[in-house]
């Protein structure tokens, strides 16, 4: 069965950095572009980037472009997000989802499978 | 970037209820648009994709409808497990916009 498991979260000061992960299973990772959706306390869903199946493009919300990059090792079957210069309105859970469809280019744009998310914290 | 606008924010209602979510977009966004479901403390499900294309596994009261700019999410007869917040989401445009929510509660 498909399974996404975020790990890397925890509490960091502003200005600092911090690298997510994405370990999936149960499907053919370097055929499917991933996404990183995040969520602030309380508040509704933000999307902050993909990476297409064949790495060939990768995409950003505004709030987090020149900051953060989204990569992938497919020999790991993972994928990251790099998170430099955090500030406090990245205090998020971080989620990484799958694009529905797969090996075509942009993908379908919608997630049919998630990960349980993880929690970053951006505090002094 | 394309700003998606729900309605609602808040609907109560009670189980067996027929219900409707509107979803507009500040552009067309064709019918890349779906909608989820989350419940607290969960990552959100895929219910609706190509506004109206229901997803496996998804019941039968969920449909959706809508092209251009004006989205609705109808549940036929509420069922204790609908009570949720749903969101919908445009996937025309880089960078992807999901509305702000609509909680379901119950009345």
């Known amino acids: 069965q498909v399974q996404l498991v975020e790990s890397g979260g925890g509490v960091v000061q502003p200005g600092r950095s911090l690298r997510l992960s994405c370990a999936a299973s149960g499907f053919t990772f370097s055929s499917y572009g991933m996404h990183w959706v995040r969520q602030a306390p309380g508040k509704g869903l933000e999307w902050v980037a993909v990476?297409?199946?064949?790495?060939?493009?990768?995409y950003y919300a505004e709030s987090v472009k020149g900051r953060f990059t989204i990569s992938r090792d497919t020999s790991k079957n993972t994928q990251f997000l790099q998170m430099n210069s955090l500030r406090a309105e990245d205090t998020a859970v971080y989620y990484c989802?799958?694009?529905?469809?797969?090996?075509?280019?942009?993908?379908?744009?919608?997630?049919?499978?998630w990960g349980q998310g993880t929690v970053v914290t951006v505090s002094s | 970037d394309i700003q998606m606008t729900q309605s609602p924010s808040t609907l109560s209602a009670s189980v067996g209820d027929r219900v409707t979510i509107t979803c507009r977009a500040s552009?067309?966004?064709?019918?890349?648009l779906a909608w989820y479901q989350q419940k607290p403390g969960k990552a959100p499900k895929l219910l609706i994709y190509?506004?109206?294309s229901l997803e496996s596994g998804v019941p039968s009261r969920f449909s959706g409808s809508g092209s251009g700019t004006e989205f609705t999410l109808t549940i036929s007869s509420l069922q204790p497990d609908d009570f949720a917040t749903y969101y919908c989401q445009q996937y025309n445009t880089y960078p992807y916009t999901f509305g702000q929510g609509t909680k379901l509660e119950i009345k």
């Open positions: 990476k297409w199946y064949d790495g060939s493009n990768e």
């Open positions: 989802a799958r694009d529905t469809s797969a090996a075509e280019g942009r993908g379908a744009g919608y997630f049919d499978f």
């Open positions: 190509e506004a109206s």
């Open positions: 552009q067309s966004i064709s019918s890349w």
